[in-house]
């Protein structure tokens, strides 16, 4: 166990070591305020990767004192464009805006690559969401034995009562191959993922200046709800709503003993929602693109998982 505490103690020191390293500067006027892009609503980053297009876009940032005549156009930005602007920009979001710039010209689309980037590192990933959605199956198969301990230790807080409570839970685990520790890789690489796909965004101007499906890729549902089209950002809210919350649904492992989790998912799937109201339209699709991949993903292991019980 020491030697368990020990490996994700220095795997959350790397973390926070990346994260905070090289970030998204937001671009502020001579009062220090945000400066905002007048047509999308959306706040400006100051260090962008690549030259913007927009005649308005250009304008706001030499404006405010942004040499983006030394940056590379976007249509040729490579992985190692720009200087050195720490680990995190290297390693996450300066590769990441590649694949999408790249796909991007020969799509024809950064939208449609956004979604495309999103899906092959989903595909990538496949092996490690796989075991914890089986684990998730598992757990399920196990839930009744699983309740029955805990009834059977109901209000038993000494530690001998305590040790032979957790012997027998991990007998269980044992005997329905669960291990409590699988598939959490994963859950410790979303938020990085996430957070390095908002830098991409908010980076590169190709992404926040484009328009995909009715959509201004870098402005916010809650702005675009009163521009025009303002209708499509209603039903990317009512995407995002729904494939959130079955993709929660599916994933929840097993009805809890614990009356304070129990409205855990609905919680956390209304959070999400609000959070995506005043996120970029382009990180939406990625989310809603992720939440499909693990709806589908979810409903093809507990077939196979089914098939395998009654096979």
Known sequence: MPKKNKKWKIF???????????????????????VKNPETGQSLTENILCKPTDSQTIETYKKNGV?????????????????YDGLWTTIFVKPLAFCILTLGNFVKSYGLSLIIVSLIIRLIAYPITRK????????KNAQPEINRIEKKYE????????????????M????????????????????????????????????FEEHFALLQLGTTPWVGF???????????????????????????????????MKYMPYIMCGMIVLMSLFMPAALDI????????????????KRKRTELIHG
């Open 286 to 301: 990625y989310w809603i693109t992720t939440n499909l991949f693990t709806v589908a993903q979810n409903l093809l292991v």
């Open 172 to 207: 269980v685990y044992k005997k329905f191959s669960i291990n409590p520790f699988s598939g959490c890789v994963y859950g410790f690489l979303q938020l990085p993922l996430f957070i390095a796909f908002l830098e991409a965004v908010n980076r590169v101007p190709a992404i």
């Open 155 to 170: 209000g038993k807080n000494d530690q001998d009562s305590l040790m032979k409570k957790s012997q027998e839970l991990m």
């Open 226 to 260: 009163f521009k025009q089209n303002g209708w499509m950002y209603i039903i990317l809210m009512i995407l995002i709503t729904v494939t959130t919350y079955f993709s929660f649904k599916l994933n929840t492992t097993a009805a809890t003993s614990d009356p304070s």
């Open 67 to 83: 040499d983006i005549d030394s940056l590379p156009d976007c249509t040729e930005f490579k992985i190692n464009s720009g200087k």
């Open 12 to 34: 959350l020191i790397l973390i926070c070591m990346l994260l905070t390293t090289g970030c998204t500067q937001v671009l502020k006027d001579g009062d220090k305020k945000p």
């Open 132 to 139: 914890t959605a089986m684990q998730s199956e598992l757990l």
